[in-house]
Structure formats: C-alpha cells, structure tokens
C-alpha cells in the first residue's frame, strides 16, 4: 500500500473537531478526522501550502467485517488543547494521541472546571 485510497473504504475529510474544544488551537494546526485515513493534522501556517504534518490510522479490519464498518473506521476527533491531547473515535474504541513535536507535552492529569464537581 502506497497511500490511503488503496485501503478501501471512504477516503477524505470527515469532521475538523468541535467548536466546544477546551483552550486555544496551536497556531497553524488543524486537526481532522479522516475516515480511513485516521485523523490527520495539517500543518496551514501557510495558507498557500499546506501539508501533512502528522497522522494516525488505527488498525483496519478483516474481509470478515461488514463493509460499512471497514469502509470507514473513524467517525470523529475532539481536541483538548488545554491538555494536548487528541480524541480519535472509531469502530474499535476511542484513541487518545499525543504529538510532543505538533502540540506539546501533554497533560494527563484530571481536566479543569468543567469535569470538577462539588458537595453540596
């Protein structure tokens, strides 16, 4: 295999993340889920010349898989910025990613405000 369209199934753009994503999105760095092709990042620091900067493709499927699950694999990604880490969603669970060298280190601690609860 030489590039994604020959591993079967949807190959393109499918969502960049949500609007709901906690901090602020690493300057050029956009995030999308990719059907087969997993969640790619795009480094568009120039706009004129974008390119690849990263990706990740969970493991396919065999023959035995209905097709619409080997077609497409992934359905979404969620950005924590915050925290530098990549929710990957697909058939066979939820990846959580890193990159040191394309968000940073990442924080792998509990989440801030919005997941903290009180006693009343």
């Not at 023959?63 to 924590?80: K, L």
């Amino acid at each position: 295999m030489t590039d994604f369209c020959q591993r079967g199934g949807s190959f393109g753009p499918k969502r960049s993340g949500y609007y709901t994503s906690p901090g602020d999105p690493t300057n050029g760095l956009v995030i999308y889920d990719f059907n087969n092709a997993g969640a790619q990042f795009f480094n568009v620091s120039d706009p004129k010349n974008p390119r690849i900067a990263g990706y990740f493709a969970p493991p396919t499927f065999g023959a035995e898989t209905e097709d619409w699950a080997r077609s497409n694999p992934t359905h979404g990604v969620y950005v924590e910025y915050d925290r530098k880490i990549v929710w990957l969603m697909t058939n066979d669970g939820i990846y959580a990613l890193s990159s040191e060298s394309l968000l940073g280190t990442p924080n792998l601690g509990i989440p801030n405000e919005p997941f903290r609860t009180t006693a009343r």
